[in-house]
């Protein structure tokens, strides 16, 4: 057969990332001397390579020197070392030709010169090393599963007692004060059950007492929901997943708390107490005071209170130190960062965040801090703040745009109809989100199809699941699992979605079950796929193609929401999942829905 007509698979013709294959020390320290390495195609016709890293605020360029030649695929490396002199290096490299100049950033290679914004970064702040290979496993604790040896005490007048298979009352007001029962000794309990699955680490929603079931109005600080099993069932909890070589991040508002909270209650009744200053308070009448979102059941936080600092993340005596020191979690995922610390004309946001983040370095050396963010993260993601995020933008919202079912509406707020893109503007997107951040950063942040915070993606996009969980196990970040998407479970809203998990067997979707255990053991198994590089290769509407890789192995992946054209493949590949092998010369599959992995030449 003449293939004369088809595309070859195709690189991007210059490369650099922040991986290990790219930068000779990913974690370096002020003083330190760094490598980088960049690739150039041959076709190019590149002579010389320099780049240009910005110290103290300004421009330098440091020459590149030829480090080898591939003529197999046609591309030069070349190496050049810089300096760590800032706490954050910024750079880009310039290529020169015959005929002009090339510049190279996180968003590829550009013919003119371009923003500083989208140049690669380097980081002297670093996340927790076990982060590498980390995956999340979150839980809504009511919702897991209920102990079988701590029965619950008597509930709250506020509470309404629910039996574990009765639906939840989405969109009603009994929908928040629903109790199933679920709690952190369910949680300790079923740990065998996390393991195999394929998770080291544990993400708990909110543990404080409040007067919801999802516990963001938090009453207190002080101690752990008695509902939840209190204190001993948090430390029991802890010391058990550490036993099994696991870690358990917990869920802290620094935003707001709930009208119950002490410290307003205070607040309101004594105008002349310490309190009073912790909340946006309007005293002229009739009074009034700020609140999260519109929801008068959330006052919001001033932080321009030191002693409020002080109490809750600033310092060895607050509740962010606390609960790591006297429990050993370890690590906190910050409530709706993006807004904390952000009223009208004040902006405290980079305090909050390095305040929390050096209140944790100070307790323990190894703990992780991921801010929630609904849309671009990267002004918070530079350097001593927040170390990752929830990667809702460049993550959850491009594949559902690209995967998801359409015709059900927006489900991020915006008004019209959902977003809906092709393969090219899916890896453009998070291209382009992820050259704003450090490569760590990037890693570090929660990659998440849902969460207690959405719909079921299952929902969202049943036939796709499967491309969707392929997707989560292979692009850079911490897969990140809403308990029951292993099984199947459904649901078209965030309440809807915080349904019991079915520990009945003949409720599952074993196939999803099997798939998930199956990827988690392939993401296990190759280290390329927990740190590796990223090189987005040709893709069209309905199919896309990567690469990851490290110093030790190079895997292709390829996803694809519909049968497409043919590519011909020009490497040999291994497929790790059984299917059909790459050929160079021949070509690569062209069926969909599909997900394939190859393990290729370096």
């Given amino acids: 057969m003449d293939d004369e007509h088809f595309d070859l698979l195709q690189a991007p013709p210059a490369h650099h990332d922040g991986s290990e294959r790219y930068v000779s020390n990913t974690r370096p320290e002020l003083g330190d001397v760094v490598v980088l390495s960049v690739r150039f195609a041959d076709t190019l016709g590149v002579t010389d390579v320099y780049v240009r890293v910005v110290v103290d605020g300004e421009p330098q360029y440091r020459k590149a020197a030829v480090s080898h030649h591939h003529p197999e695929a046609s591309e030069t490396w070349w190496t050049v070392p810089i300096d760590i002199i800032n706490t954050l290096t910024s750079y880009r490299f310039m290529a020169q030709t015959d005929r002009t100049t090339l510049w190279l950033n996180g968003t590829g290679l550009h013919d003119h010169n371009i923003p500083d914004a989208e140049d690669f970064k380097l980081s002297i702040h670093h996340p927790p090393r076990w982060a590498r290979d980390a995956v999340i496993y979150q839980i809504f604790p009511d919702r897991f599963a209920q102990s079988r040896q701590h029965p619950l005490p008597s509930l709250p007048q506020w509470a309404i007692p629910t039996d574990w298979n009765t639906p939840v009352a989405s969109n009603t007001p009994e929908g928040v004060r629903q109790i199933y029962g679920g709690s952190l000794w369910g949680i300790a309990e079923n740990l065998d059950y996390i393991q195999e699955l394929g998770a080291n680490t544990i993400y708990v929603t909110p543990f404080f007492p409040g007067r919801s079931n999802h516990r963001y109005d938090a009453s207190t600080f002080e101690y752990?929901?008695?509902?939840?099993?209190?204190?001993?069932?948090?430390?029991?909890?802890?010391?058990?997943?550490?036993?099994?070589?696991?870690?358990?991040i917990g869920d802290l508002t620094l935003n707001h708390t709930g009208i119950s909270h002490e410290w307003f209650v205070t607040a309101m009744a004594h105008p002349e107490s310490p309190e009073a200053g912790f909340y946006h308070i309007d005293r002229t009448p009739p009074y009034s005071y700020a609140c999260f979102n519109g929801a008068s059941s959330l006052p919001k936080l001033d932080h321009r209170s030191h002693e409020l600092r002080r109490r809750l993340y600033s310092g060895p005596h607050s509740v962010a130190a606390r609960y790591i020191r006297d429990f050993g979690l370890d690590g906190w995922r910050i409530d709706v960062a993006q807004s904390a610390g952000k009223y009208h004309g004040i902006d405290l946001g980079h305090l909050v965040a390095s305040e929390t983040r050096k209140t944790m370095d100070e307790t323990r050396a190894d703990l992780l801090l991921i801010a929630e963010h609904q849309f671009d993260p990267s002004a918070a993601l530079q350097g001593d703040g927040w170390q990752g995020t929830m990667a809702y933008g460049w993550f959850t919202k491009p594949i559902w745009a690209w995967i998801g079912p359409h015709q059900h509406g927006n489900s991020w707020g915006a008004p019209g109809k959902a977003e809906s893109i092709g393969g090219e503007e899916l890896s453009q997107m998070m291209q382009e989100y992820s050259s704003l951040v450090p490569w760590q950063s990037y890693i570090t942040s929660m990659n998440l199809l849902d969460s207690h915070d959405t719909a079921r993606f299952r929902t969202v996009s049943k036939e796709f699941q499967s491309l969707g969980v392929a997707l989560l196990m292979t692009l850079p970040g911490i897969p990140s699992i809403f308990s029951g998407d292993e099984v199947g479970v459904e649901g078209g809203d965030l309440e809807e979605g915080r349904q019991p998990f079915p520990w009945d067997r003949h409720l599952w979707d074993m196939?999803?079950?099997?798939?998930?255990?199956?990827?988690?053991?392939?993401?296990?198994?190759?280290?390329?796929?927990?740190?590796?590089?990223?090189?987005?290769?040709?893709?069209?509407?309905?199919?896309?193609?990567?690469?990851?890789?490290?110093?030790?192995?190079?895997?292709?992946?390829?996803?694809?929401?519909?049968?497409?054209?043919?590519?011909?493949?020009?490497?040999?590949?291994?497929?790790?999942?059984?299917?059909?092998?790459l050929v160079e010369g021949r070509k690569m599959p062209t069926d969909g829905p599909s997900f394939h992995i190859w393990q290729v030449p370096a």
């Fill in 224 to 248: 752990v929901d008695p509902l939840l099993g209190g204190d001993n069932a948090l430390k029991t909890l802890i010391t058990q997943a550490h036993h099994r070589g696991m870690h358990l």
């Fill in 511 to 581: 196939h999803v079950y099997s798939l998930y255990r199956r990827l988690l053991k392939v993401r296990r198994d190759h280290p390329a796929l927990q740190d590796g590089g990223l090189r987005w290769f040709n893709s069209d509407a309905d199919s896309i193609i990567f690469e990851r890789s490290d110093n030790k192995e190079t895997l292709l992946i390829e996803v694809s929401r519909a049968s497409h054209s043919p590519l011909i493949s020009t490497v040999n590949g291994r497929e790790l999942l059984g299917g059909a092998d």
